[in-house]
Nanobody
């Protein structure tokens, strides 16, 4: 059974770069056809897709975050990483990593993914 676990700092100062890691167990991030997504949910707002990296290493980003987001992976550690630069308080949210077979940009609920982590709260504040 696949398990995903997010880790990283819970507090980031404005203008700094947020860096989160998702450690995957029970499945390889290079398994054919799977996409590994980063999504977030701010208080009182809808689930927002940040971006994804697929089994081949290709990356995809939300148009609104493309200029600030970078997703990478470490296949030896079976981990994916999200970096979000120049953060502002509007980036405060619960961040999740989640797995699907593509199409995550259209999802409005975590339940549309076939696996997801517990999430990590990130607050941007000075």
């Amino acid at each position: 059974q696949v398990q995903l676990q997010e880790s990283g700092p819970g507090l980031v100062k404005p203008s700094q770069t947020l860096s989160l890691t998702c450690t995957v167990s029970g499945a390889s991030i290079t398994t054919n056809s799977y996409h590994w997504n980063w999504v977030r949910q701010a208080p009182g707002k809808r689930l927002e897709w940040v971006g994804a990296i697929d089994y081949s290493g290709s990356t995809y980003y939300s148009p609104s975050l493309r200029s600030r987001a970078s997703i990478s992976r470490d296949t030896d550690k079976n981990q994916l990483t999200l970096q979000l630069s120049s953060v502002t308080p509007e980036d405060t949210a619960l961040y999740f990593c989640a797995r699907d077979r593509g199409g995550g940009i259209y999802y409005t609920s975590l339940y549309e993914y076939d696996a997801w982590g517990a999430g990590i709260q990130v607050t941007v504040s000075s």
